[in-house]
């Protein structure tokens, strides 16, 4: 099993990413205000590479989600190639009958076992994570 991508210069420090499925996102240096950041997509990688799995255990569970948000958190060191070391996933989810022990098992099954962003960045990043089960109506914070 294996995948293929492909990143086209566009000028300046912009690019386009193409992946194993034909699918584009813009990206470049944080100076050229347009695209995303590539250590940014990182990030995004690893929130959305669980979510996923997340979204697929709790639709096992009958345990259907109405909302999902991650908000990934990194450090990094400050000098390069500023590796992170760091990485943590805030979850807030909402759904009918979703409970804090159905949750936080489908968090740590994506997060230690399915996620293969996770399981790749492991090996220099601490991975930590918490969730918030939101209640039909509740104002995001």
């Not at 990143?7 to 944080?30: E, M």
């Not at 390069?80 to 760091?86: G, S, V």
């Not at 804090?100 to 997060?111: M, R, T």
Request: proline share 4%.
């Amino acid at each position: 099993m294996g995948a293929t991508t492909t990143v086209h210069w566009l000028s300046g420090k912009r690019f386009v990413g193409i992946d194993s499925t034909n699918h584009s996102v813009v990206l470049s240096s944080k100076d050229e205000g347009i695209g995303v950041k590539p250590s940014d997509l990182l990030l995004i990688a690893l929130a959305s590479c669980t979510a996923v799995d997340v979204v697929e255990i709790l639709a096992k569970k009958r345990l259907p989600l109405d909302s999902m948000e991650i908000v990934t958190t990194g450090e990094q060191d400050v000098d390069p190639p500023w590796t992170f070391r760091k990485i943590h996933l805030k979850y807030r989810l909402s759904g009918p009958g979703l409970t804090a022990k159905a949750v936080a098992q489908a968090i740590q099954l994506a997060e230690e076992k399915y996620c293969s962003v996770a399981a790749t960045v492991r090996a220099t990043a601490e991975i930590t994570t918490e969730f918030e089960i939101i209640c039909e109506g509740e104002q995001r914070k």
